[in-house]
T-cell receptor, first 112, second 109 residues
Framework: DTGVSQDPRHKITKRGQNVTFRCDPI?????LYWYRQTLGQGPEFLTY????????KSRLLSDRFSAERPKGSFSTLEIQRTEQGDSAMYLC??????????FGSGTRLTVV | RKEVEQDPGPFNVPEGATVAFNCTYS??????FFWYRQDCRKEPKLLMS???SGNEDGRFTAQLNRASQYISLLIRDSKLSDSATYLC??????????FGKGTRLHILP
């Protein structure tokens, strides 16, 4: 499969726990994006990387959220001390210099 | 004003009818424009790019009006399989794309 892969597909966690999601982009794509989508809303931009550099973070990305792309390939998104409001679909996308955006299937997080 | 605005719908349209959606964007420096389709509980998928001269792909026609800062999507001879949420997407700079909230379309048999 040469598309964007996200793992896990679903995650149920208790409030206060930490969770980490992984995204493997298309191999030749140098840009990687994280979005969050809640029911009835469009995807909201969280952050993006060009290679290993994190170039922009949205105000939506509170201190409890951290994203990394250590070697310019896969990326992780960690949420610490999860809250019920963090329940959402977390989407990863990759592109080549802003073209050819391709999304992964997403990780659906439920905080109980 | 939000960066990208769409009518959330839902649009309930009989099969075979023509339906059109509009989307407005606030940043006049926006560079490129797209329509994405999203099925329930699935990821967004590119439907078509929108070019200044307008473009057509089968039953789908997209148009851009830079002066009024809106883009449109027209679906002709709608099919049951066209039922989905249609997301208006704007590339504001050469780095990230911004989504509208989406317009829900239900095609009725």
């Amino acid at each position: 499969d040469t598309g964007v892969s996200q793992d896990p597909r679903h995650k149920i966690t208790k409030r206060g726990q930490n969770v980490t999601f992984r995204c493997d982009p298309i191999s030749e794509h140098n840009r990687l994006y994280w979005y969050r989508q809640t029911l009835g809303q469009g995807p909201e931009f969280l952050t993006y990387f060009q290679n290993e550099a994190q170039l922009e973070k949205s105000r939506l990305l509170s201190d409890r959220f951290s994203a990394e792309r250590p070697k310019g390939s896969f990326s992780t998104l960690e949420i610490q001390r999860t809250e019920q409001g963090d329940s959402a679909m977390y989407l990863c996308a990759s592109s080549v210099q802003g073209y050819g955006y391709t999304f992964g299937s997403g990780t659906r997080l439920t905080v109980v | 004003r939000k960066e990208v605005e769409q009518d959330p719908g839902p649009f309930n349209v009989p099969e075979g009818a023509t339906v059109a959606f509009n989307c407005t964007y606030s940043n006049s420096a926006s560079q490129s424009f797209f329509w994405y389709r999203q099925d329930c509980r699935k990821e967004p998928k590119l439907l078509m790019s929108v070019y200044s001269s307008g473009n057509e792909d089968g039953r789908f026609t997209a148009q851009l009006n830079r002066a009024s800062q809106y883009i449109s999507l027209l679906i002709r001879d709608s099919k049951l399989s066209d039922s989905a949420t249609y997301l208006c997407v704007v590339n504001i700079r050469d780095d990230k794309i911004i989504f509208g909230k989406g317009t829900r379309l239900h095609i009725l048999p």
